[in-house]
């Protein structure tokens, strides 16, 4: 049987950093459409909504062939989780008689993630028994040698493994760090444990370019000079 798969693309009108930031054009694009074409693309996402409490972005959305859910207003200041976006637009779809496997969350700031993307690390989850998949981009993992000191406290102590502290380089675990461009998640397994983040959960790596999460002007301006020098090498 096909799974049915939802896709939840989160846009509040507000942001601190970069005012207006899911809308701001890449490219000529709103950056919010980048991920919205991305979710149609994909092969195994069956419904492509934009959760938001902006009538602009609304009207940019279904512009682009999404289906709008309007978030309300305890879910529309920046205190409000991820995970809770994702669980209003499952209830509200469940009470509309929709009902979903498996949730793919797609952060609107991460425009270099592909449908091709969203594919292959759906792919990797169903040949997995994991219950959720994160992307990740691979990060120096020197990190696993460090300390840390608690404030009112009189020593230091490794952040993770004492034995990784004096490990050599080459012995230690690679790392990774969340890109924020792909979250996979079973719809039981977030509604049970409300988190992204399962026991069995699985990566899929993407590259420094690709992982790219805008957040300010000057990430705009260099997601911009990647778009164009890969427009230049065709």
């Given at each position: 049987m096909?799974?049915?798969?939802?896709?939840?693309i989160p846009?509040?009108?507000?942001s601190?950093?970069?005012?207006?930031?899911?809308i701001l054009e890449?490219?000529?694009?709103?950056l919010?459409?980048?991920?919205?074409k991305?979710?149609l693309?994909?092969?195994?996402i069956?419904?492509?909504?934009?959760?938001?409490?902006?009538?602009?972005i609304?009207?940019?959305a279904?512009?682009n062939g999404?289906f709008?859910?309007?978030?309300?207003?305890?879910?529309?200041?920046d205190t409000?989780?991820?995970?809770s976006?994702a669980?209003?637009?499952?209830?509200?779809?469940?009470?509309?008689?929709?009902?979903?496997?498996?949730l793919v969350?797609?952060?609107?700031t991460s425009?270099?993630?592909t449908s091709e993307d969203?594919d292959?690390?759906?792919?990797s989850?169903?040949?997995?028994?994991a219950?959720?998949?994160i992307?990740?981009v691979?990060i120096d993992n020197?990190c696993?040698?460090?300390?840390?000191?608690q404030?009112q406290?009189d020593y230091?102590?490794?952040?993770?493994?004492n034995k990784?502290?004096f490990t050599?380089?080459q012995d230690?675990?690679?790392?990774?760090?969340s890109n924020g461009?792909?979250?996979?998640?079973?719809?039981?397994?977030?509604?049970?444990n409300n988190n992204?983040?399962?026991e069995?959960t699985?990566?899929y790596?993407?590259d420094?370019?690709t992982?790219i999460?805008?957040?300010s002007?000057?990430?705009?301006?260099?997601?911009e000079?990647i778009?164009k020098s890969k427009d230049a090498g065709k």
């Open positions: 096909t799974k049915r798969v939802l896709a939840v846009a509040r009108g507000g601190k950093d970069l005012p207006r930031k899911n890449l490219q000529g694009i709103p919010i459409a980048w991920s919205i991305a979710s693309n994909s092969h195994y069956t419904k492509t909504i934009v959760s938001t409490d902006d009538e602009e609304s009207e940019i279904e512009h999404a709008v859910i309007k978030r309300p207003k305890n879910l529309s200041d409000a989780s991820s995970v976006v669980r209003h637009a499952i209830e509200y779809l469940k009470a509309h008689n929709e009902v979903f496997d498996d969350f797609l952060q609107p425009p270099l993630r969203i292959n690390a759906y792919q989850f169903m040949n997995s028994d219950c959720s998949l992307s990740v691979e020197k696993l040698k460090s300390f840390i000191k404030p406290e230091i102590k490794a952040i993770h493994d990784y502290a050599r380089r230690l675990p690679l790392t990774y760090l461009a792909i979250y996979i998640v079973t719809v039981p397994e977030l509604l049970k992204f983040y399962a069995k699985i990566e790596v993407m420094e370019l992982s999460d805008i957040d002007q000057e990430d705009l301006a260099y997601a000079s778009l």
